[in-house]
């Protein structure tokens, strides 16, 4: 079983701006309507909005809503991974095809209320031939005074290939057959 812990390396490819990626201000295109984190037709989902900032950098925030306790009164730890997964995960878009997450680390620095405005700063640390290296802090207003901060690896895919033998399970099979295998 392949495991790792997060490091990254020192030679790394140059890396562009895809041309079609969002600009500076525009939301990151949404990669499926019912994923957990960003879809708005997900009924549970976190419905996250990721804007691409300037340079290779991501922004997002997020209510902190009563559903998503875990300890009396402050988010559940899992909720903040898969909004940090969420996050850091468009950044591969900004300079090319898609990734999928193979590390995810997150650090949880203060406890995080409910009630509150989480916003989240994700940025490119580099690409090595598939891997590309990111990372996130979350905060409550005062990005100096991080809240949590993460760290992730995403490997680009074919999608098509990627997804074919797990498609037909998806809310959208049908609409996905046809779309990506005509
Ligand atoms: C037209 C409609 C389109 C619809 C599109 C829909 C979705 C689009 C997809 C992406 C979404 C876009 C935005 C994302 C937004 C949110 C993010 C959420 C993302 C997720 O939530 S996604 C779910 C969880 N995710 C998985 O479900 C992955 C399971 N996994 C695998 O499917 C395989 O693992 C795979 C295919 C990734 C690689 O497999 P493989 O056989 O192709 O390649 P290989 O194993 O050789 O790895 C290649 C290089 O990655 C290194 N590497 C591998 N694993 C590593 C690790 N753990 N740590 C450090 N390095 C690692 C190797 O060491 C090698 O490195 P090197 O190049 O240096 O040799």
Do not use: W
Not at 74 to 82: A, E, K, M, N, R
Not at 139 to 147: A, F, S
Not at 148 to 157: D, K, L
């Amino acid at each position: 079983m392949k495991s790792s812990s997060f490091v990254v390396p020192d030679e790394l490819d140059e890396v562009e701006r895809h041309p079609k990626a969002a600009k500076a201000g525009e939301p990151v295109r949404m990669h499926n309507p019912t994923c957990f984190g960003c879809g708005p037709d997900s009924p549970q989902g976190l419905h996250l909005v990721v804007h691409a900032g300037e340079g290779f950098t991501v922004d997002a925030s997020m209510e902190v809503e009563t559903r998503m306790e875990g300890g009396p009164g402050v988010i559940h730890g899992g909720i903040l991974s898969t909004a940090f997964d969420e996050v850091m995960g468009t950044i591969p878009l900004l300079i090319g095809p898609s990734g999928v997450t193979v590390h995810l680390e997150v650090d949880y620095i203060r406890p995080i209320p409910v009630g509150s405005t989480l916003r989240f700063h994700g940025n490119l640390l580099g690409r090595q031939r598939r891997k590309i290296f990111t990372e996130a802090i979350a905060h409550l207003g005062d990005p100096d005074k991080p809240v949590a901060s993460a760290h992730a690896i995403f490997v680009t895919i074919d999608v098509r290939k990627h997804f074919a033998e797990h498609v037909d399970k998806s809310a959208r099979a049908e609409e996905y057959k046809r779309r990506m295998y005509p």
